[in-house]
């Protein structure tokens, strides 16, 4: 129970943004057999990995006896229910809400699967799931935003007592970016963590695969790199420099809990900026300006992603060809679980 909350916890903080480009997709032709111009999207999760197509997604794990368990389901459109939700800015912080919430569903299904006793029966409950979630958020206020904003308080009040907001916010949003780093960094050398790693290393060769309009294979997937423009860890980079010019816009001499609690309120808004961005990012790869906007995220992915296995390719594989059967390949076949 102690082991699956630290893998809850750590991957809910290192990969939860990895669930928020899901939302990254165009729209295409219903009778299309594969087509390119659809974003398909991930998110590696405990022996697993969950996609998302336009319409529908579905999780793959391992089981611990060497099978494979899957749960799919419709994806239901805040944005196609209430068109105002597209509105730019706007349309971010809804989509990454939703992501993050199906992307939660996945990451506690796999943790009661790839947990699952002699019996096939999950051995993690409900209450230990909640408890990995309590912590994580715990932790990622802790350490990614609470630490950060009090060293440079302190930083001000020692050192530099006369810096203006922007050198204010700007040495915190470094402070914030270090400990995200060296959290990566040191998650990373945990064993059950570098599984994870490599999990989201084949949901990237998966995408690759079928991006390239080839067959979704372990040979072709093999081939593809584990370093994706559209991954979750670019987006967190984006969100590290968008924040340092929102927050800003808070007087640096406003009491601590105030802006503890804009950097909290703020984040919607900051996630719209981003979900922007890296949107058209990934719709103008060829353009100069944004091969330069999404190098650092390629970089720090050799931090999140490590090369799978093959076993590893056939999960991510699995779990993209059952999300496809929703609105690509065969509708008709879809079976919600």
Known sequence: MIKQSIQGSARMIAGAFNAFTNGLTSSMPAAA?????MLVGGQAVIEGVMMRGLTGYSVAVRQPDGGVSIRKDKLVSLTAKYPFLKLPVLRGSVVLIQSLVLGIRALNYSASVSSAGEDGEPEISNWAIAGSMLMALLLGVGLFILAPLGLTNLIRHYLLPEMGNFTYNFIDGVLRAVFFFIYIASISMMEDIRRVFQYHGAEHKTVYTFEANEELTVENARKKSTLHPRCGTSFLLF???????????????????AKFGARVVLIPLIAGLAYEIIRFSARHLTNPVCKVL??????????TTKEPDDKQLEIAIIALKEALLFDVIEPEKAAVA
């Open 33 to 37: 057999d594969k087509n390119v111009d």
């Open 239 to 257: 969100v590290m420099a968008i924040s340092i010019l929102v927050f800003s816009l808070i007087p640096s001499t406003a009491h601590f809990s």
């Open 294 to 303: 999404i190098r650092p995220g390629m970089w720090l992915q050799r931090l």
